[in-house]
């Protein structure tokens, strides 16, 4: 099983301020990584696949980056809409996510 | 629009079983893989298992030790969970989600998830 490792646990971030997640997974997973943000009581939503490639609708300050073990996910600016808790999942085998990093509003 | 809408969460006691639905909604259902991943409450993502196109094919988590069970019915656009010697731990949010092949290995493939539900929660307690 790959294991997916995700920091910070939680990112304090001012609004307009820039944020960055990591995600690191235990063996390489090439560019097979994708994001996802949960926010309370919407649905999971889709942010990045393919390490670095925006999903529909997502708006252009999200951005991803890396291959192997390393990934990271961008918000350039936040906007209040942005506060919510991130995922990364590896699909280079049978799925796994990371544990979460909740961004909040410092 | 895509739908994905969860059914069959339930109270039950440890050992019991239970099958829940994912009835599906706005696209060719049967061009797409499926999958189930569930969560804790206040806890994070965790994937279940995953099934292809056509049945033929099917994956589950390792944790699981076979007590799952993943099919669908594409004439009635339909995902099932077969969940068997439920045990409390399994308490937890299950959601379903589009799988969109993004790699394969061999005659196996595997995908992100681009469309999901709202989830249907399991209470496993004694």
């Known amino acids: 099983e790959i294991v997916m490792t995700q920091s910070p646990a939680t990112l304090s971030v001012s609004p307009g301020e820039r944020a960055t997640l990591s995600c690191r997974a235990s063996q390489s997973v090439s560019n097979n990584l994708a994001w996802y943000q949960q926010k309370p009581g919407q649905v999971l939503r889709l942010l990045i696949y393919g390490a670095s490639t925006r999903a529909t609708g997502i708006p252009a300050r999200f951005s991803g980056s890396g291959s192997g073990t390393e990934f990271t996910l961008t918000i350039s600016s936040l906007q209040s809409e942005d506060f919510a808790v991130y995922y990364c999942?590896?699909?280079?085998?049978?799925?796994?996510f990371g544990g979460g990093t909740k961004v909040e509003i410092k | 629009e895509v739908q994905l809408v969860e059914s069959g969460g339930a109270v039950l006691r440890p050992g019991g079983s239970l099958r829940l639905s994912c009835a599906a909604s706005?696209?060719?259902?049967?061009?797409?893989?499926m999958t189930w991943v569930r969560q804790a409450p206040g806890k994070g993502l965790e994937w279940v298992s995953a099934i292809n196109w056509n049945g033929v094919s099917t994956g589950h988590a390792d944790s699981l030790k076979g007590r799952f069970t993943i099919s669908r019915d594409n004439a009635k656009n339909s995902l099932y969970l077969q969940m068997n010697s439920l045990r409390v731990e399994d308490t937890a949010f299950y959601h379903c989600?589009?799988?969109?092949?993004?790699?394969?290995?061999?005659?196996?493939?595997?995908?992100?998830?681009?469309?999901w539900g709202q989830g249907t929660l399991v209470t496993v307690s004694s």
């Open positions: 706005g696209f060719n259902f049967d061009d797409y893989g």
């Open positions: 999942q590896q699909y280079n085998n049978w799925p796994s």
């Open positions: 989600a589009r799988v969109i092949l993004g790699h394969c290995d061999g005659d196996t493939c595997w995908g992100y998830f681009d469309s």
